[in-house]
């Protein structure tokens, strides 16, 4: 609608389609499920089981976790990223995590199948450029105080290192409401298939932080045209050691699965 | 999920279900449709017949606009209301129009079947009271500063006049992006649901103010689940005085129609 | 800067000069002080005599309280304003006091020497085009949403009427920051400077919300040139019915006023 | 006055001084200048020249640009750390100069007598603690979405890691006003000094992007009790590589120095 003159956004009839193992995000509905934190091997399994069976095509979790204060729990760094694997090993599901430093990027994209630019690091250019020249594929979270505009410039950090392989993901933006943890932009998902020719991911989880609220976003996103959700699932929610309020059980998960599928398909119905 | 202690936010089981003229608010799911202003009898006419024609069950247009500037079109008061009376008695739509000022509330109540109070007036108490007083079913939209607590509470200015018709309208609000011209929060959708008995309507209009985003989004706020949508419809978009990029023509809006109802009717069968 | 082609932004050379019995707004510099609301005559006269004797030159007082809930304290309406005018012949002092409602604004101008338009009602346009008609100095309050350039559009509302006596008042916007009450925006202070030729005031005691930053944001609001400040003072501010934990002491007022005159002159001399 | 229960929210007394080869942060008045970005040696020198001529007490300038668009000039890297090294040994002036990448943040303080984490990197965490590890003196300027409480937060990062000589810079946050780049929120100087005893300096040149606002915005920050500035001065602003519109020249910074050294000494005696 607007030109904003980058490779990100320069439609020219065909979209960005990236295939990890099989899984085609811009291509098939794809959603992406796990806690928040890898805690321990057994949440971990536990929780990726649960997700897989429920259709989830891919895993989340974090290792390596930036928290508002340096006392909270920060992640299990490599350990995590050896459960994961496992988990992986076991469950077939392509892993996602999260990167925050530069040094890490090469390392853990051993581990990981895509590696996650968090909101906090959206304009961590340094840490964009890295990603760009890891090859790996990229989920792109959008800064909770960006501009589409900036955001697409941060994508476009990766792609002009030459990795095509970029997805991004509404996550909410910071607003003077306080009912909900965020203002999640669902005009995002709209605005990013008019501006760029690459996929949109939604994160209910982060962008409400009300788990009542998470299956009528996720619906939402889906009426909208998304092209796929990342949503936080915990073994048991009440334990987890992050985002405990936001993190949907197993049950309540595979339920929500269930309606997304049969949205999805209708949507491709309605054209 | 607060408890607001308001008698709007006290859902004790039954939700609030409000009748014009047989449209039932809360009930069935209403799409209000219309010029933004109203600018002539024959602009008015045809649209009026446009929108009932492709489904429409309510007919929005201003009378009196609140523009930001005093040298743009203000709108042609009672002209205006004469040539919406008349366009009911043709169409059998129900007229919502906007009122400004405390002391038009009672004559314009008797041309319109609704009234509705704008975003800018939202924490206009005097108004509210006398909307309030007025007895007639009111649509209050958001402000678009205002949180959903001080929302809330101005829905309870009216209802605590005794007036219990009062339905409510999210259109967007303002945040730091400028690619939109308002961020449209789909979350006050099921936060209004669960912390008032009132019903929840949409404009994707003023929410998002780009003609292509108005047919994703109007499509998520139905599977968020509101109970209805306000949307501006022109004849002659492109001859309109007020909101000319934002206006979709009655052929748009009877294609968005049918995807609404059959989208409405598979959300009916989801649960 | 930017030409907003606007009355109100057309500096050519003369800026306005509004003079209220003898007291000149944007001539000299003019403190507005006086309690939130108009609670009793005791309260207020007590209060009206602490800030006359400390230096103010006008005497704020609300006697219509726009207020977030419909039960709390909505001000005492004729009674206060009777009170205010009581106030007035004991101490001299010129009265402000807001207006909320079209059918208000002409006999309420018999009592107030300033008709306030409050941040709630900002683009209330009917009230401002009644506060233009009433031939009376009009105080207006920068909406916590507004944009410069709408607020100036707002002036322009009561400007269009043919009254030149505006003034304007920046009292926080609201942001993300729940630490303040509102995020006070002292850059309004030269902005309003280079794009109108109108007075400009700061209100640090809703600006912030908090005691304690009365003092160093009154400071900043005099070094960044504005023409005057609204502060709120009672005489007994732990038994206020409104804003309990913003309004100052007259000790703490008095001592303000002093540190204020001195900075004020020293800017005069910095030139 | 909310206690956040951070070691840098713990005033218990004393403040915190830090001693830069004789300069007094949090103890003598501080403007730090210099241009935005470094771009030849010349450039640099003759600016540098010019601020400290004029009583600036550190230097800034930056070898690491982060960007919104990949596509703009990044910095020059080494090359410039290599002409802030010359700038320092020929005006004496204690270098301060951003650092982007975790990398770098050892070797770039082999160069630079203060390292600062930009807006952009405030919750980058491991670029925080690498700071930390440091030991060098550390800038922290405030994220443009960042709240009060996360920013002491993003200092306590560094605190945490045994490195005391850390001062914040409060430098504009993201609102929807449009007019300045950034909204300047000056209640930061108070609200850092009540909640931690870590000096806050102001940045009014991102802070507000509009080069007239900049002597009104650094006197309102004096006359508030920031602690120091940091203000870009280039030699040429309108051949500048970066914030082209928004670099005072030297001429310029040499006529607001002396405002600011007089007013701050009035400051003093005001009390």
């Known amino acids: ?62 290792a390596f976790k930036p928290r508002t204060s340096p006392y909270a729990f920060q992640g299990l760094g490599l350990k995590g990223l050896k459960i994961l694997e496992k988990a992986r090993r076991e469950t077939g599901l392509p892993v996602v995590t999260e990167v925050v430093d530069t040094r890490d990027v090469s390392w853990v994209g051993e581990y990981a199948d895509v590696l996650q630019i968090g909101a906090r690091n959206m304009q961590n250019f340094s840490l964009l450029r890295e990603a760009g020249r890891s090859g790996k594929p990229i989920l792109l979270k959008r800064g909770m105080h960006s501009t589409l505009e900036e955001w697409l410039n941060c994508a476009e950090y990766i792609l002009a290192e030459g990795n095509g392989q970029v997805f991004l993901c509404e996550r909410g933006i910071r607003t003077f409401e306080t009912y909900t943890r965020n203002t999640l932009d669902l005009s995002m998902v709209p605005a990013v298939k008019a501006e760029s020719h690459l996929p949109v991911f939604v994160d209910p989880s982060h962008g409400t932080g009300i788990l009542g609220m998470i299956e009528p976003m996720s619906l939402a996103a889906v009426a909208a045209g998304a092209d796929g959700l990342e949503i936080e699932v915990h073994c048991d929610p009440s334990s987890a050691l992050s985002d405990k309020d936001q993190q949907l059980t197993p049950a309540a998960f595979a339920l929500l699965m269930d309606k997304l599928r049969r949205l999805r398909a209708f949507m491709g119905e309605l054209g």
């Open 1 to 62: 609608m607007k030109n904003l003159k980058l490779s990100a956004s320069r439609p020219d009839g065909a979209r960005t389609v990236i295939d990890v193992g099989g899984v085609k995000l811009g291509g098939d509905f794809v959603v992406i499920a796990g806690p928040c934190s890898v805690e321990s091997e057994e949440q971990t399994l536990r929780t990726a089981e649960a997700v897989a069976a429920a259709g989830a095509k891919m895993l989340r979790g974090g």
